[in-house]
């Protein structure tokens, strides 16, 4: 087994699951249930609504589906844990020519996505663009005013439409948690002290754009940051720390969406079924009557 693990190349993964689509039934929920650590299926029970659920869920499976096929670790051989800001991380098994692996999920709008470098420090956001739950845009903006640089909001408010504002602030909120997640600080750091230049203003679906600049504290950071909509409503945002990586080919697709059958092609049940488990989902709603920015300002790993 040393041996194989020694043979393992990794290239950087880039995945995607349609989880706002995924209306899984009893067989497949619990047998997804089996497939995830006892803890991590009691913290997906504790979601209030089937959508988050759904997005946790998919979000584990696809860190196992990283491990147990690039790592060739076993599936029910796999053990995560979490750093105590939140971000999982993998107990044990790391190849030795491999230390600084690194992989992060996050789910938002309609999908979950990974990333995973095997060299390089690495942190995914995805936003979903969309109206304030409640007032106008121009509330929504006051009341975070203060999670964003001057010039930052000069290059939000600078868009012509009430849409294009939000749509770049969305943008800008993606490339921000990249880079927490990136660094696992979680909640508390202060936004103010990244500022970013997104270039170009306008991006088109399917095309990997890495011209975007950071700052961190007025000093120009050897990160990179990779941007992507994987539809006219998500952006997706990855940060990739102390990099001179090149550039990947804009007309090169990031992101692989996979279907439910790919999430699951290598997964191995390591508990035993809970009937119970697919009650408590079905007795959740799907997702608030009365849709709110409340996801804004979470860190999801």
């Known amino acids: 087994m040393q041996t194989l693990r020694r043979s393992v190349v990794m290239e950087s993964v880039r995945w995607a699951f349609p989880c706002g689509r995924w209306a899984p039934g009893r067989e497949d929920w619990l047998l997804c249930a089996r497939c995830v650590q006892p803890e991590e299926k009691r913290r997906i029970a504790d ?12 979000g584990r499976l696809l860190i196992r589906k990283l ?9 029910d051989k796999v053990l995560l844990d979490r750093t105590a800001k939140g971000k999982p991380f993998l107990v044990s098994g790391v190849p030795p020519h491999l230390p600084n692996f690194s992989f992060n999920v996050s789910h938002q709008g ?15 956001d995805i936003m979903k663009t969309d109206r304030p739950g409640s007032g106008s845009t121009e509330e929504f903006f006051r009341i975070m005013h203060r999670q964003f640089t001057e010039r930052e909001w000069h290059s939000i408010k600078s868009m012509g439409s ?8 969305y943008r800008h909120w993606a490339l921000k948690e990249s880079f927490i997640k990136a660094i696992g600080v979680g909640l508390g750091f202060n936004l103010q002290r990244i500022e970013f230049e997104v270039s170009p203003l306008h991006m088109e679906r399917g095309k990997v754009y890495t011209q975007t600049k950071m700052w961190l504290d007025d000093e120009d950071e050897n990160w990179s940051f990779e941007e992507m909509l994987l539809d006219e409503k998500h952006h997706v945002a990855v940060a990739l720390g102390n990099t001179n990586k090149p550039p990947k080919s804009q007309d090169e697709p990031m992101f692989t969406i996979l279907s439910y059958e790919d999430l699951m092609a290598s ?10 488990y697919w009650n408590t989902f079905r007795s959740k709603q799907e997702s608030p009557r009365r849709q709110s920015s409340s996801a804004v300002g979470e860190t999801i790993t």
């Not at 491990?67 to 599936?75: G, R, S, T, Y």
């Not at 979950?112 to 060299?119: D, G, Q, S």
């Open 110 to 124: 309609d999908y979950a996505v990974l990333a995973a470098e095997p060299e390089l420090q690495v942190g995914v």
């Open 267 to 276: 997964a191995v049940p390591i508990t035993t079924e809970d009937p119970n």
């Open 67 to 75: 491990i147990a096929e690039k790592l060739q670790i076993p599936w």
């Open 162 to 169: 009430d849409w294009a504002q939000l749509d770049m602030f």
């Open 47 to 58: 979601f209030m609504f089937t959508r988050d659920a759904k997005a946790a869920m998919a």
